[in-house]
């Protein structure tokens, strides 16, 4: 019975080649998109389940009300991990992570012997880092690695790059960074051949290095000094919950003062480390995170585009009911019964999804690349080494199997035996609805996915072409990484200001675009820290203002001198009760912990610019004067020049003169800037790319209506050809219901869009306004699409010679 099922479905196939290819085409394609997405999506799932006991870790957030701002935080203060497993018989273990990188020091050169280069991403842990979590040691153990002061671990890919084929483990290197020039012993190789995790580094560094290091471990500060990661690790069988519950009284122990004296609120959350990756809305994170917002629109795309393709099946399946009515009457005759007939033709499904995956997988591994360029993903497909791929796949054959043919096969099965032998079978009315309601289903998602593209690319035109307030372009920006370079700052600086096309040489500790780590909270006369209002600020040289064509309200620029001098933005001077036009000459005053009372005046007011993405509104900022270049980490150059090879070409000849043993590496200002919407951007290439193949596949089914449907119609075309009708009336004729199903579909779409694309809108403080002639672009275009592809059939169809159609009769 199977063979001959199988024999009858390959014979089919084969007899009616147009439609096997459609369907085979349309399957293959929709399930090499599904496959790759659901790859994605898993892939970004996956991160830190590799880690023992997993379950019982959690990472300690904060959420902080600061004069009225909240803040979502991913790090809390130094002293908390020690005291929680102190106070808490539950807590197992802690350790702390600081990402040194987001604190001055953005790359640190490495040096064994003759080799040198620069290295970025390093962490100052706890020696308890590695006792909770899991990685690979090529070289060394995890046990003690980092006990003893001065110890780190590096990363395979570093290590190869320090030592080649030696061995790393007890060699000595040289770390030189923005916090000093150190011997560093490795103790460790590992790699993450275990699995992805959060916490990816290129160097794993005791906490017990340095000064710096151990000022953090000791660090007794409570309410601020929320910059580091916590990480907790319960006993089996304790409840997370229980132990959230106790935290506001552990928090009230020990800062209750502090806080009140600060006017701060600060609640402490246990968050499972396995979500970290895929939870977005946090100030800080050592890594880029997934937004599970962005995968759900991933999976929801897939799936659409995998529906489409088996829309096509079923259309085409059931269009085409009349050419195989003969065999099901004569199957039932001999004895098949109505279940026989759903297995036979759930079965020549499956045989097509089969197909259609096997086809799958050799043009997935093709178009790989590019579709991991467009998502910035390392996917990679282990054939034999991933059960889960495995199961992916048998998930997709089945699903689509049974989706693409099972209305097929019940309507197919329920034909009456007598009146298709006698000849008398029509297709009914009710497959005719089902069919137009699918494509009215296929349109609805292309439009919207078109829409959704239109909205996307005009949200994207206009961040790139707001003005922010200050001036993106024309700016070359260059890092300093190490005391010895920062040191030669000043001289440098000085060197490029005699350059002809250079405007302005500025020396900052942050550059505009960056995530602004410092904040603290500031108030005017009359006030105290509890009604202090928490401004970002950044250190500059006299030259921040000309560098960046920011335009003073009111005051004076800096000059050469102005110590614990600040201009703040007019954000700040609001929150602070300030009027822009006197607030210069205001003095602000500050308080850390118990140290003394401290103060900087106000000499200038600047107009509002938008130095963090347009994500966020605003928020109070000041930058402070600081004259001494060399505690600087960045110098940004401003220039009128065009020829910038040139330029550049100056510059360099300037920075192997004062920095000789620096490598001359620089960044452009505007592509900082665009980095900020690396996601939205990632999003619009992928909904560009996949819209395109969900319209071809949608062309695909509408092109075999169209010619099933002309066929059909044939003798009518043929009679209408002979009573004089034109070929314009015959392709208006044809066309005329496609278009019909298209038009509903943009009714139902429009709604659809607009809800969807209001949503995702929300997330930037500055965006476009919702137009009609964004949804009218994009029902003109599907019309369009739709007119081509049937139009194609519609025109071979009321050309053809009508004595062909009517010679039989």
């Not at 995890?142 to 007890?170: I, R």
């Not at 953090?216 to 006993?235: C, H, M, P, Q, S």
């Not at 942050?510 to 820290?529: C, E, R």
Request: hydrophobic share 45%; charged share 20%; aromatic share 12%.
């Amino acid at each position: 019975m199977l063979k001959s099922y199988l024999k009858t479905a390959f014979r089919f196939l084969l007899k009616n080649k147009t439609f096997s290819f459609i369907n085979i085409f349309g399957l293959a394609t929709g399930t090499l998109c599904c496959l790759y997405i659901l790859l994605y999506v898993q892939d970004q799932y996956s991160y830190d389940k590799q880690h023992n006991s997993v379950k019982n870790i959690y990472r300690l957030t904060t959420d902080l009300v600061l004069s009225g701002d909240k803040h979502h935080s991913a790090t809390s203060s130094p002293p908390i991990a020690p005291a929680l497993k102190k106070d808490f018989p539950e807590v197992q273990n802690v350790t702390r992570v600081v990402e040194v990188d987001k604190l001055g020091a953005k790359e640190h050169l490495l040096r064994y012997k003759e080799k040198s280069f620069y290295e970025s991403e390093a962490y100052l842990v706890d020696s308890t880092f590695f006792d909770m979590f899991n990685y690979n040691f090529v070289e060394g153990h995890a046990t003690h690695a980092l006990d003893d002061p001065y110890s780190v671990v590096l990363l395979k890919t570093t290590a190869d790059k320090l030592f080649g084929s030696e061995n790393a483990v007890g060699k000595m290197i040289n770390i030189n960074d923005a916090y000093g020039k150190h011997d560093f012993k490795v103790t460790g190789v590992v790699d993450e051949s275990l699995g992805k995790s959060h916490l990816h580094a290129n160097m794993f560094i005791t906490m017990k290095s340095s000064s710096t290091g151990v000022s953090i471990a000791n660090d007794n500060e409570w309410a601020g000094n929320n910059f580091l990661f916590t990480y907790v690790k319960l006993r089996p069988g304790a409840d997370p919950k229980t132990l959230e519950k106790k935290l506001p009284a552990f928090l009230l122990k020990y800062a209750s003062q502090k806080l009140k004296q600060l006017g701060m609120q600060k609640e402490l959350h246990l968050q499972p480390v396995t979500s970290i990756h895929t939870t977005a809305g946090f100030d800080i994170e050592p890594t880029k995170t997934a937004n599970p917002s962005f995968l759900l629109i991933l999976v929801l795309i897939a799936v659409l585009i995998q529906v489409i393709a088996c829309i096509n099946f079923m259309n085409l399946s059931t269009a085409r009911a009349s050419k195989r009515a003969k065999e099901v009457g004569v199957r039932k005759v001999v004895g098949a019964g109505k279940y026989d007939l759903i297995k036979q033709f759930l079965g020549e499904s499956f045989i097509l999804s089969f197909i259609g995956v096997i086809i799958a997988l050799p043009l997935l591994w093709i178009v790989l690349p590019y579709f991991n360029d467009i998502t910035h993903a390392d996917i990679r497909l282990s054939f034999f080494a991933d059960y889960r791929l495995w199961l992916i796949l048998t998930a997709l054959i089945v699903v689509t199997g049974l989706v693409a043919g099972s209305y097929p096969a019940f309507y197919l099965s329920a034909f009456e035996a007598i009146k298709v032998i006698k000849g008398n079978f029509n297709s009914r009315i009710s497959a005719i609805g089902i069919r137009k309601i699918l494509v009215i289903i296929q349109f609805v998602v292309s439009i919207v996915m078109i829409t959704c593209i239109i909205i996307i690319y005009s949200q994207l035109s206009f961040i790139k072409n707001k003005d922010l307030g200050f001036d993106k372009n024309q700016k070359v920006i260059f890092n300093f990484y190490t005391d010895d370079a920062q040191k030669q700052m000043p001289a440098l600086a000085n060197d490029l200001r005699q350059i002809a096309g250079v405007k302005a040489v500025n020396s900052a500790d942050n550059y505009l675009s960056q995530f602004v780590m410092h904040d603290h909270g500031v108030y005017p006369a009359g006030g105290n820290m509890a009604t202090a209002i928490d401004a970002q600020n950044i250190a500059s040289d006299q030259y921040f203002i000309k560098a960046y064509g920011i335009k003073l309200l009111s005051g004076r620029d800096f000059i050469p001198g102005d110590s614990n001098k600040v201009i703040i933005n007019t954000t700040l001077a609001k929150r602070l009760n300030l009027n822009a036009q006197t607030a210069p000459g205001a003095r602000l005053y500050s308080q850390f912990g118990n140290g003394p009372l401290t103060f900087v005046t106000v000499v200038g007011v600047m107009n509002d610019f938008n130095y963090n993405s347009l994500h966020d509104a605003v928020r109070p900022f000041m930058v402070e004067y600081d004259g001494n270049a060399g505690d600087m980490s960045s110098i940004i150059v401003s220039t009128n020049s065009k020829d910038y090879k040139a330029l550049l070409t100056q510059i360099g000849a300037i920075w192997h003169k004062d920095l000789p043993s620096v490598p001359f590496e620089y960044s452009f200002m505007d592509s900082e800037v665009q980095k900020q919407y690396e996601t939205e951007i990632t999003l619009s290439n992928i909904i560009n790319s996949f819209t395109i193949i969900a319209i071809l596949i949608s062309c695909l089914g509408l092109f075999g209506l169209a010619a099933f449907s002309a066929e059909q119609r044939n003798k009518e075309i043929g009679i209408r050809k002979v009573l004089g009708a034109s070929v314009s009336g015959l392709v208006s004729l044809l066309s005329k219901d496609f278009l019909i199903l298209v038009g509903v579909s943009f009714v139902i779409a429009t709604p659809m869009a607009w809800y969807g694309m209001s949503k995702w809108l929300e997330a930037f403080a500055y965006r476009i306004s919702l137009s009609w002639w964004m949804f009218a672009l994009a029902g003109v275009m599907a019309v369009l699409i739709a007119v081509l592809t049937v139009s194609t059939q519609a025109i071979r169809a009321a050309l053809a010679n009508p004595v062909k159609s009517l010679k039989t009769e």
